[in-house]
Structure formats: structure tokens, C-alpha cells
């Protein structure tokens, strides 16, 4: 017969061991492709990161991280696939701002940017430029402000469509500088750029990263960047901030998630990966290249910014009177 202490050691033995396969599965993950899935086409900001990240992480586990395009209803497709996904570290989510913060308040969607997604690592951010057309007699933000103001309802300023984030981050900006101006929405970013250029729309915020060859060619007239810092890529341009709009920070990010659950050990594998790639000279130069700011926050920050941005774009849709669908 056991005695009462053979049998606590057994049960403790049979404890340790059933402990094992878990442990040894998460330290040797991934064992297999993991796929990353972008809510975009292929050949947009959001995809090219993501291939950036994966051929990254291809490398430095040896094992193909493939990326997956599911775009759809501004990314609400990809996202709710994610959110529904097993939580096992197979199935990532290269997350952009608007996906996460935006479609949410403009529209019904079923998943929970918070409850069902687990951040891993902000890998990059963007701000977004007030580009101005070069024939304007204005040369700093606070000329761009007095010469708005001396034409209330006169003036109007270009966008990548109703919602987008070069809207609302001029939504933003005219309600805190008490400012009106009329709204003409574009299909997309260049083509609200190009008739910046021509002369038909005087201003917008544009993404940085499309505005620069038009900045460097003075095609374009850059006032300030929206960023609570200056960016690198433009490190001569004021921030709104510091133009006299302190605490304005209005900013574009990718970064890679998980299904909420997934284990954090792989979690914070993949965020120390990415922390690793960023102090690398030559995948920043990659990321800076492609006209992002390389950032690489982790998990907690990641969190973070997640919920200080979804209150954020909350009220610049109020502010910008975009109806939820």
C-alpha cells in the first residue's frame, strides 16, 4: 500500500509532468507557419510593414511568417477574422489605427478592439503633414490660422474620404483652433494631394510619407506635423504642438497583434523580436525608407495607446459629424 506521502509525491510527479507538453509547446513555438493577416490590398503603407515584419521574423526563427491580404469594409473583415481566431500564436493581426480605433466608432462591428485583441508590438508610426498649395501667401501655421480666420466659410481643404483619418485629424484641429472650413472628400490620399498641388483645394493633412516627395520637390508648402514630437523625416517642421496647440498629437501606427489569449510567453517573444529589429540599423533604415517613424512600443504601451487613440478618434467623429452606420 502508498503511503499518504508516496502518493502526494506521485500526484505532484504526475502535476510536474502533465505541466511539460505546455511549457515545451510555447518555449518551441513556432513549430509551424504563422500567418499574418493585413486588412488591406497588397502594395499599400499597412501591407508593405507587415512583409517587412514577417521577412524579419522568418529569419529570426526560422520558420515562414506569411502574410495574408483580407481587406474588406475598411478592415473590419480582417479584424473580425483575427478576433475569432485560436489563440495559439499561428495567427497574427498587422493592426493599423483605423481598423482599431475609427471603423469602431463610425460603424457596427463585431469584434472589441480591447476585449479581443492582445497587442504585441507597435512597430511604426506616421503623422500626417498640413501641406498647403505653394501659391499661398502663408509660410507657418499661425499665418495658416489668421488667414483662415479673416475667410470664415470660404475655404476648403482635401481628404482621403469621409472618416479618414486626414478628416478627422482636420476636424480636429479646426474645432481647436476655432476654425471653418469646408470639407471635399477624395478617394484617397493622392488624389486629394495632387489637387493640393494644382491649386484647387488650398490645404489638407496628408500622410506624411506621400507628402514628402512633394515637399522636397516645393510642390507643397509644409506648415507643421500633427506628432506630439518632430519626425524624423521632416526633423526642420514644427509639431502643432509646439506652433501654439500644446497637447494636439494626431498620428497614424501599425503594429502586430494577437487573438486575446494567446500566450503571453509568445507574446513576448514576438515583442522582443521586434524590439531587437528596431535597434537595427539597417531594418530603421528600412521602416524610415518607406517614410514610417520606427517605434517597436511593447505590449503594455501598445495597450496604452490603443485606448487613449479610441477615445481620441471617438470625438473626432463627433466633432467631424460623421453618422455611425
Given at each position: 500500500m502508498l503511503s499518504r506521502?508516496?502518493?502526494?509525491?506521485?500526484?505532484?510527479?504526475?502535476?510536474?509532468?502533465?505541466?511539460?507538453?505546455?511549457?515545451?509547446?510555447?518555449?518551441?513555438?513556432?513549430?509551424?507557419?504563422?500567418?499574418?493577416?493585413?486588412?488591406?490590398?497588397?502594395?499599400?503603407?499597412?501591407?508593405?510593414?507587415?512583409?517587412?515584419?514577417?521577412?524579419?521574423?522568418?529569419?529570426?526563427?526560422?520558420?515562414?511568417?506569411?502574410v495574408e491580404n483580407r481587406p474588406g469594409a475598411g478592415g473590419a473583415v480582417a479584424a473580425d477574422f483575427v478576433a475569432k481566431s485560436a489563440p495559439d500564436g499561428y495567427t497574427l493581426f498587422i493592426a493599423a489605427l483605423p481598423v482599431m480605433a475609427i471603423v469602431p466608432a463610425m460603424s457596427k462591428v463585431r469584434y472589441d478592439s480591447q476585449k479581443d485583441f492582445a497587442p504585441i508590438s507597435n512597430i511604426a508610426t506616421n503623422p500626417f503633414a498640413l501641406v498647403i498649395n505653394k501659391d499661398l501667401p502663408i509660410k507657418t501655421l499661425d499665418e495658416f490660422v489668421a488667414y483662415v480666420k479673416a475667410r470664415p466659410d470660404q475655404l476648403s481643404y482635401g481628404s482621403a474620404g469621409v472618416g479618414s483619418l486626414n478628416h478627422l485629424s482636420m476636424a480636429l484641429f479646426l474645432k481647436r483652433a476655432g476654425l471653418t472650413m469646408s470639407h471635399v472628400p477624395y478617394r484617397g490620399n493622392a488624389p486629394a494631394l495632387a489637387d493640393?498641388?494644382?491649386?484647387?483645394?488650398?490645404?489638407?493633412?496628408?500622410?506624411?510619407?506621400?507628402?514628402?516627395?512633394?515637399?522636397?520637390?516645393?510642390?507643397?508648402?509644409?506648415?507643421?506635423?500633427?506628432?506630439?514630437?518632430?519626425?524624423?523625416?521632416?526633423?526642420?517642421?514644427?509639431?502643432?504642438?509646439?506652433?501654439?496647440?500644446p497637447g494636439f498629437n494626431v498620428l497614424t501606427w501599425n503594429g502586430l497583434m494577437a487573438p486575446a489569449g494567446t500566450p503571453k510567453a509568445i507574446i513576448d517573444k514576438i515583442a522582443d523580436t521586434m524590439s531587437a529589429a528596431i535597434k537595427d540599423a539597417p531594418f530603421r533604415k528600412q521602416l524610415a525608407d518607406y517614410g514610417v517613424d520606427p517605434l517597436a512600443a511593447h505590449p503594455a504601451e501598445f495597450a496604452e495607446t490603443l485606448a487613449k487613440d479610441m477615445a481620441i478618434w471617438k470625438e473626432a467623429v463627433e466633432i467631424a459629424g460623421v453618422k455611425q452606420q
Amino acid at each position: 500500500m502508498l503511503s499518504r506521502r508516496n502518493v502526494l509525491s506521485s500526484a505532484a510527479g504526475v502535476a510536474a509532468f502533465s505541466l511539460v507538453p505546455k511549457a515545451f509547446a510555447q518555449a518551441a513555438w513556432p513549430q509551424k507557419p504563422v500567418t499574418i493577416i493585413c486588412p488591406f490590398a497588397a502594395g499599400g503603407n499597412t501591407d508593405g510593414i507587415a512583409r517587412m515584419a514577417a521577412q524579419r521574423m522568418t529569419e529570426a526563427y526560422g520558420m515562414a511568417f506569411n502574410v495574408e491580404n483580407r481587406p474588406g469594409a475598411g478592415g473590419a473583415v480582417a479584424a473580425d477574422f483575427v478576433a475569432k481566431s485560436a489563440p495559439d500564436g499561428y495567427t497574427l493581426f498587422i493592426a493599423a489605427l483605423p481598423v482599431m480605433a475609427i471603423v469602431p466608432a463610425m460603424s457596427k462591428v463585431r469584434y472589441d478592439s480591447q476585449k479581443d485583441f492582445a497587442p504585441i508590438s507597435n512597430i511604426a508610426t506616421n503623422p500626417f503633414a498640413l501641406v498647403i498649395n505653394k501659391d499661398l501667401p502663408i509660410k507657418t501655421l499661425d499665418e495658416f490660422v489668421a488667414y483662415v480666420k479673416a475667410r470664415p466659410d470660404q475655404l476648403s481643404y482635401g481628404s482621403a474620404g469621409v472618416g479618414s483619418l486626414n478628416h478627422l485629424s482636420m476636424a480636429l484641429f479646426l474645432k481647436r483652433a476655432g476654425l471653418t472650413m469646408s470639407h471635399v472628400p477624395y478617394r484617397g490620399n493622392a488624389p486629394a494631394l495632387a489637387d493640393i498641388v494644382a491649386g484647387h483645394v488650398p490645404a489638407m493633412f496628408s500622410n506624411l510619407s506621400d507628402a514628402l516627395p512633394q515637399i522636397s520637390g516645393g510642390s507643397v508648402r509644409l506648415l507643421a506635423v500633427s506628432s506630439a514630437e518632430r519626425s524624423a523625416l521632416a526633423p526642420d517642421a514644427p509639431t502643432v504642438a509646439e506652433a501654439g496647440y500644446p497637447g494636439f498629437n494626431v498620428l497614424t501606427w501599425n503594429g502586430l497583434m494577437a487573438p486575446a489569449g494567446t500566450p503571453k510567453a509568445i507574446i513576448d517573444k514576438i515583442a522582443d523580436t521586434m524590439s531587437a529589429a528596431i535597434k537595427d540599423a539597417p531594418f530603421r533604415k528600412q521602416l524610415a525608407d518607406y517614410g514610417v517613424d520606427p517605434l517597436a512600443a511593447h505590449p503594455a504601451e501598445f495597450a496604452e495607446t490603443l485606448a487613449k487613440d479610441m477615445a481620441i478618434w471617438k470625438e473626432a467623429v463627433e466633432i467631424a459629424g460623421v453618422k455611425q452606420q
